[in-house]
T-cell receptor, first 115, second 111 residues
């Protein structure tokens, strides 16, 4: 399985500001995803990060609020824009290697608190 | 969206007891994953099951995928405090790589 790192591991931000979260994988992967996990909740998919093209967003998430980049097969960023306290969550990236199953491997997460 | 229902939502047991967690859906999944998540960390993959009726064992953990590939169970034998965490099931669909996650079962094992 991949070694996945995320930066920052946690941050406390002021309302109205933006934060960019980085996800780095130690090997080339097929797919990269971004999830949000609100306190006490399960995981909700934000978007699929596509290499060299615009991300594919799930219902309820838009590019202006959560711009995503994926410049190559091992790196992606998620920006949380114009933050409000409701954006306080754990943000997780995950990857797949393709093949016969949809198994995903997760990074350690970024814990964001918005004041 | 293919919904996955997990039960129970919370479970508190003593060390040495056995337990079963269930993951049910009305939809068919091409594969199903179980993850364990500890506070402050990302989910860690425990197992992937792909064949209807499949049973996989991982030490004291036994995973079963229903014959119709709509449900799964996780059985833990002789639970230990180190088993404490949030257990998540996630199903893969034939339409792509997106996973649908259940709401999770929060397990607490006390000494």
């Amino acid at each position: 399985s991949a070694v996945i790192s995320q930066k920052p591991s946690r941050d406390i931000c002021q309302r109205g500001t933006s934060l960019t979260i980085q996800c780095q994988v130690d090997s080339q992967v097929t797919m990269m995803f971004w999830y949000r996990q609100q306190p006490g909740q399960s995981l909700t998919l934000i978007a699929t990060a596509n290499q060299g093209s615009e991300a594919t967003y799930e219902s309820g998430f838009v590019i202006d609020k959560f711009p995503i980049s994926r410049p190559n097969l091992t790196f992606s960023t998620l920006t949380v824009s114009n933050m409000s306290p409701e954006d306080s969550s754990i943000y997780l990236c995950s990857v797949t290697y393709g093949g016969l199953t949809d198994t995903q491997y997760f990074g350690p997460g970024t814990r964001l608190t918005v004041l | 969206t293919q919904l996955l229902e997990q039960s129970p939502q919370f479970l508190s047991i003593q060390e040495g007891e056995n337990l079963t967690v269930y993951c049910n859906s009305s939809s068919v999944f091409s594969s199903l994953q179980w993850y364990r998540q500890e506070p402050g960390e990302g989910p860690v993959l425990l197992v992937t099951v792909v064949t209807g009726g499949e049973v996989k064992k991982l030490k004291r953990l036994t995973f079963q995928f229903g014959d119709a590939r709509k449900d799964s169970s996780l059985h833990i034998t002789a639970a230990q405090p180190g088993d404490t965490g949030l257990y998540l099931c996630a199903g893969g669909s034939n339409s792509g790589y997106a996973l649908n996650f259940g709401k999770g079962t929060s397990l607490l094992v006390t000494p």
